[in-house]
């Protein structure tokens, strides 16, 4: 039994089957970063079902997210510069009284 009342075999290398309490099941590959049911592949986050084997095998869960979520990712991101606009002035007009 895995987290969340979750069951799960492993099928190999980096596979598992993961059943839920309602008995949907899911192909999860924790080396590819791929769930069958797309969350993962979706928002870089592993779902709950890539969780469980995860956390049952004992590998960092850090690693199974998405660079994109990076300190790394985030400092290169907003590391140029933005200079100011300048000041020109800019009149608006509107039907208000």
């Known amino acids: 039994m ?6 799960f075999i492993w099928n190999g290398k980096n ?4 059943k839920d309490c309602s ?4 192909s999860v590959d924790t080396g590819k970063r791929i769930c069958s049911c797309g969350s993962w592949q979706l928002c870089g986050i592993p779902c709950p079902h890539a ?3 995860l ?3 004992k590998k960092p869960l850090e690693e ?3 660079d994109c979520y990076s300190k790394a990712t985030f400092m290169r991101t907003y590391d140029h510069v933005l200079n100011p606009a300048g000041q020109k002035k800019v009149e608006t ?3 208000v009284k």
Request: hydrophobic share 30%.
């Open 2 to 7: 895995g987290s969340v009342g979750f069951t």
């Open 15 to 18: 596979g598992f089957e993961v």
């Open 23 to 26: 008995g949907n099941q899911f």
């Open 51 to 53: 969780i469980t084997c």
């Open 55 to 57: 956390h049952e095998n």
């Open 64 to 66: 199974a997210v998405s």
């Open 93 to 95: 007009k509107t039907s």
